[in-house]
């Protein structure tokens, strides 16, 4: 009897102890300030640190200090306030887009321009809205095609812009950055050209309502028909759906609803593993891949900003198996066999992100354990002397030499909200932009 019972109680789980979201979003704020002095005691004044070299990295062999900006807005909501205002300092006396280079106008807009928009928002600093400003007006030609989806790259100086092949996510994630600016500096050109390009990739899905993962901006030809929510799509979804609502735009809240309709008839896939929103046919439907990865972790959050919280909940305890089946997660995984295809993990914010969101509709402590668990594991193995680095390989947990900008504008902003006040920001007053840039509603 004494036997079984000993049994009994060892086959009993033991409850996880109570997050104390308190001492958790202080953890997260003194991690966020041993990134942020690695780089300012490394990599001031320029994009990127690289950690273990103790160096620095520069996108386009120029500096237009992608961390500064995007780290900003979450030194504010932090209320690390001399670390804030000093980095505010840096941007409005240095920060110049005067210079003869030719950028990728995705990420430019998502994290500089994104940036500078809710950094003004939070300190009305207009010398941040002239940057932004500046910079609107040098990405405008890029919009200039036959079809008026943008081309990939815009030379900041010249504004010639090249590279016709580019994909949902660089054609359809502008409308956020560009429409804040129209209603910031009251010049409709900004919201007009984004919301053309939107429209003119929208127009082109496929007759069962997909879109591909890659499109010639200049004929609006489809050159490859892989129909997913992954990286090269993942944003453009979100935007409809962030657009309807920051705006109150009609149209992109149809766009959103039929787009949504599409991915749930043609996408969703249960397997043994969990449910989980796998690879298409734009044309047919016909399932060509069980791939999902760290880049398509964000669609939790954007199901649960829609209101389907059923799918957002499934979705996100499947991202969570994928998570711990290596104790963090890989960018790209076959769900079917949980075999690992890609073994890198640049210190992604989606799943992180879900979380977030899904804490905020549900309450539910189960979403304070999972942010436990990043942030646990985010320390066990990316932490460096200097600041965190990226992995090569979360199997051997070999670690690259690189903290992409992001980590400090997204992965922390998102683990310090999950466990701070709810009245931290003011959830349902703004919406964040796929950089996590927050934005006035």
Same mark, same amino acid.
């Given at each position: 009897m004494k036997k079984l019972l000993l049994l009994l109680l060892v086959a009993v789980p033991v409850a996880a102890q109570p997050v104390d979201r308190a001492a958790m979003a202080a953890r997260v704020r003194a991690e966020f300030l041993h990134a942020w002095h690695g780089y300012e005691r490394y990599a001031w004044g320029h994009d990127e640190l690289r950690p273990l070299s103790k160096s620095w990295v520069d996108w386009y062999g120029q500096p237009l200090l992608m961390t500064p900006v995007d780290a900003l807005d979450t030194m504010l909501i932090m209320g690390l306030d001399d670390e804030a205002a000093k980095t505010k300092n840096f941007i409005v006396e240095k920060l110049s887009f =005067?210079? &003869?280079?030719? *950028?990728? &106008?995705?990420?430019? /807009?998502?994290? $500089?321009? @994104?940036? %500078?928009?809710?950094?003004?928002?939070?300190?009305g600093d207009a010398r941040l809205l002239h940057l932004a400003d500046d910079l609107g007006r040098r990405l405008l030609p890029v919009f200039e095609s036959p079809t008026g989806m943008p081309y990939v790259c815009i030379n900041l100086k010249t504004g010639e812009a090249d590279d016709e092949l580019s994909n949902p996510a660089e054609v359809g994630t502008l409308i956020l950055e560009f429409g804040t600016l129209s209603r910031l500096t009251h010049d409709p050109v900004y919201f007009d050209k984004a919301k053309r390009a939107l429209?003119? %990739?929208?127009?082109?899905? #496929?007759?069962?309502?997909? *879109?591909?993962?890659?499109?010639?901006?200049?004929? @609006?030809?489809?050159i490859d028909p892989a129909s997913h929510v992954g990286g090269a799509i993942d944003s453009y979804y979100e935007y409809l759906l962030k657009c309807s609502q920051l705006f109150a735009d009609r149209d992109c809240a149809s766009m959103w609803g039929e787009s949504l309709r599409a991915l749930n008839d043609c996408l969703i896939d249960d397997a043994a593993s969990g449910l989980w929103y796998g690879e298409v046919d734009m044309r047919t439907g016909e399932r060509t891949a069980a791939e999902f990865g760290a880049l398509n972790a964000f669609f939790p959050a954007v199901l649960a900003l829609g209101g389907d919280l059923r799918h957002a909940e499934q979705l996100e305890n499947s991202c969570y198996g994928m998570w711990n089946d290596q104790a963090i997660e890989p960018e790209l995984i076959d769900y079917?066999?949980?075999? *690992? $295809? =890609?073994?890198?993990?640049?210190?992604?914010?989606? +799943?992180?992100? #879900?979380?977030?969101? $899904?804490?905020?509709?549900?309450?539910?402590?189960?979403? $304070?354990?999972?942010?436990?668990?990043?942030?646990?594991? %985010? *320390?066990?193995?990316?932490?460096? =002397?200097?600041?965190?680095?990226?992995?090569?390989?979360? +199997? /051997?947990?070999?670690? @690259?030499?690189?903290m992409p900008s992001y980590f400090l504008a997204e992965t922390l902003k998102y683990l310090y909200l999950l466990f701070a006040p709810d009245d931290t920001v003011d959830f349902d007053w703004v919406i964040f932009n796929t950089e996590a840039h927050p934005l006035r509603r």
């Amino acid at each position: 009897m004494k036997k079984l019972l000993l049994l009994l109680l060892v086959a009993v789980p033991v409850a996880a102890q109570p997050v104390d979201r308190a001492a958790m979003a202080a953890r997260v704020r003194a991690e966020f300030l041993h990134a942020w002095h690695g780089y300012e005691r490394y990599a001031w004044g320029h994009d990127e640190l690289r950690p273990l070299s103790k160096s620095w990295v520069d996108w386009y062999g120029q500096p237009l200090l992608m961390t500064p900006v995007d780290a900003l807005d979450t030194m504010l909501i932090m209320g690390l306030d001399d670390e804030a205002a000093k980095t505010k300092n840096f941007i409005v006396e240095k920060l110049s887009f =005067d210079r &003869n280079i030719s *950028v990728k &106008n995705f990420e430019i /807009t998502i994290r $500089l321009l @994104g940036g %500078l928009l809710s950094s003004y928002e939070m300190t009305g600093d207009a010398r941040l809205l002239h940057l932004a400003d500046d910079l609107g007006r040098r990405l405008l030609p890029v919009f200039e095609s036959p079809t008026g989806m943008p081309y990939v790259c815009i030379n900041l100086k010249t504004g010639e812009a090249d590279d016709e092949l580019s994909n949902p996510a660089e054609v359809g994630t502008l409308i956020l950055e560009f429409g804040t600016l129209s209603r910031l500096t009251h010049d409709p050109v900004y919201f007009d050209k984004a919301k053309r390009a939107l429209d003119a %990739l929208y127009a082109r899905r #496929s007759k069962i309502g997909l *879109v591909g993962e890659e499109i010639d901006v200049e004929s @609006g030809v489809w050159i490859d028909p892989a129909s997913h929510v992954g990286g090269a799509i993942d944003s453009y979804y979100e935007y409809l759906l962030k657009c309807s609502q920051l705006f109150a735009d009609r149209d992109c809240a149809s766009m959103w609803g039929e787009s949504l309709r599409a991915l749930n008839d043609c996408l969703i896939d249960d397997a043994a593993s969990g449910l989980w929103y796998g690879e298409v046919d734009m044309r047919t439907g016909e399932r060509t891949a069980a791939e999902f990865g760290a880049l398509n972790a964000f669609f939790p959050a954007v199901l649960a900003l829609g209101g389907d919280l059923r799918h957002a909940e499934q979705l996100e305890n499947s991202c969570y198996g994928m998570w711990n089946d290596q104790a963090i997660e890989p960018e790209l995984i076959d769900y079917r066999s949980m075999e *690992v $295809l =890609d073994a890198h993990y640049p210190l992604r914010p989606e +799943i992180i992100e #879900s979380a977030y969101y $899904l804490y905020h509709y549900t309450k539910d402590p189960r979403y $304070l354990e999972m942010g436990r668990t990043f942030f646990e594991d %985010l *320390v066990r193995y990316c932490r460096t =002397d200097d600041g965190y680095a990226v992995l090569q390989d979360v +199997i /051997t947990k070999k670690q @690259g030499d690189l903290m992409p900008s992001y980590f400090l504008a997204e992965t922390l902003k998102y683990l310090y909200l999950l466990f701070a006040p709810d009245d931290t920001v003011d959830f349902d007053w703004v919406i964040f932009n796929t950089e996590a840039h927050p934005l006035r509603r």
